[in-house]
């Protein structure tokens, strides 16, 4: 998804393995074209379209553990655990240095509606109940921008998992002008962000708007694509 402008951690990484292959580009095309619909189906909930996108894509490149990771995640909704660890165990093992994210992701309760809220964070990361973040946003709307751009800051380095949070933050960094830490803060979020489906359509709105006020038009143009394609 990185070749796409759309860097969140788990397409990134799936894109970036077969980049590094060197497969001849329309493999690489195809292949990236079937990995995004699959994505969008999942997002949609349509795991019946969602999976034959991602076995297609399988079927291009079997060494790509994301597309295993997302099978897995089909699998899960599906019903079918030991499908669905099986898939998983096989991203693990052809990613092994991004299991812990698969791992982490896996784990959650729900697959489609993800309480991030308390979501299990990196070692590195806070285990908090985060009421602070949460009484943060709440009040978010009484707070300058600048203050919400100083406080957000510091809580998405301790809690990058929260959408909400990310968002909000970032919103104010473009009433501030600064639109480059914005766009890298949503961008490095936006594993997260497609997990809420009700927030993500604004997320990406707002990276649309970041691009164009950075004269980015092509990256613009991208996601306003992805827009698109979930209407």
Known sequence: MRRLAVTFVIWGMALGMLSAQKEP??????????????????????TDKARNDFLAAIRLNDS?????FYLALVE?????????????DKACALDSTHAGIYRHHFSQEIAFSISLTDTVPERNQSIAPARDVDDFLAR?????????WRQGKSFVEKYPFRPHLVYTTA?????????????????????FAM????????????????YELTGQKAKAGTYRKLLKQQN
């Not at 790509?64 to 295993?68: C, K, Q, T, V």
């Open 171 to 191: 919103l104010a960094g473009k009433k501030l002008k600064k639109y480059k830490e914005a766009i890298r803060m949503l961008e490095n979020g936006m594993d």
């Open 76 to 88: 899960k909704e599906e019903g079918n655990p030991e499908a669905a660890q099986q898939y998983l």
């Open 25 to 46: 580009e329309m493999h690489y095309e195809q292949f990236n074209a079937l990995f995004f619909q699959g994505v969008l189906h999942y997002i949609k909930h349509e």
């Open 140 to 148: 978010a709307k009484d707070f300058s921008d600048a203050e919400i």
């Open 195 to 210: 997990m809420d489906s009700k927030l993500y359509p604004d997320y990406v709105r707002l990276l649309v708007e970041l």
């Open 64 to 68: 790509i553990g994301a597309s295993y």
